[in-house]
């Protein structure tokens, strides 16, 4: 059984909408809704559990509630970090569900496609992450602005989510990271840590992170596109 956790406890600061961006509107729909209707959709989702903030906690759950198509959805509270949002989110999950999803609400054009992808590989795996092939040159740069090195390209990916995880190891790592003090930018980096590998599942270059203003006409372009 699938439990899905979807970080939206974030102030969208880069967004500068003064409001949180996954309740902004693309083409005609909340970028939140959207990502939950695609996660509904797939069959094998059984739960899916949103981390928002605490003061928004009442309102969003009135809301889903009311909102047609949506799997078993759960309300909860946030933390002051994305990894603290995580393990609250962690918390709800209930006990029959050995798969956990984390995707962030902030990637509303993930496809069903990955989602089923990312499942399957978790559950033979036990870790995986959607991710794409790098298209840029990527260098690793000193604090002075000076190269350090240049990574072969080819053995870059771009990491996205959902990440998937087996939920007893995904607890383990997120509590051992907590223990530790370590604070990672995604949640593949804490299990990382345990040594447990972690695979990725090719996805699609459309799955972006919106982030910034020019994100949503980017979103909006490939959401014409999937129209058309
Ligand atoms: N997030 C969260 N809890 C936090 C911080 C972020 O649940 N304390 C969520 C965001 O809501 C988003 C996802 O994690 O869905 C990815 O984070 P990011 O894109 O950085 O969103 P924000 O933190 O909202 O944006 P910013 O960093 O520009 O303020
Ligand atoms: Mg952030």
């Not at 009442?58 to 509630?65: G, Q, Y």
């Amino acid at each position: 059984m699938v439990s899905v956790i979807f970080p939206a406890a974030g102030q969208g600061k880069r967004m500068k909408a003064g409001i949180n961006k996954v309740f902004l509107d693309l083409a005609g729909t909340p970028m939140l809704e959207r990502t939950l209707r695609t996660f509904s959709s797939v069959s094998a989702v059984d739960e899916l559990i949103v981390v928002t903030g605490a003061e928004e906690v009442k309102r969003l759950s009135a809301i889903l509630a009311e909102t047609p198509g949506l799997k078993p959805c759960r309300v909860v509270a946030g933390g002051s970090e994305r990894q603290y949002s995580v393990r609250n989110g962690l918390d709800a999950v209930s006990a029959q569900n050995d798969i956990v999803l984390v995707h962030d609400a902030a990637r509303p054009l993930v496809t069903p496609r990955t989602i089923e992808a990312v499942i399957a590989a978790a559950r033979v795996h036990g870790a995986a992450v959607a991710a794409v092939p790098e298209k840029n040159t990527i260098k690793a740069v000193s604090q002075e602005g000076i190269v350090r090195s240049t990574p072969p390209r080819s053995s870059l990916w771009a990491v996205q989510t959902p990440q998937g995880f087996r939920r007893d190891l995904l607890l383990e790592a997120n509590q051992k990271a907590e223990a530790d003090g370590f604070l990672g930018t995604d949640d593949a980096s804490l299990v990382e840590r345990l040594g447990w590998p972690v695979h990725v599942v090719m996805s699609e270059y459309s799955n972006i992170k919106v982030t910034t203003p020019e994100d949503l006409l980017i979103a909006e372009a490939f959401l014409r596109q999937a129209q058309s």
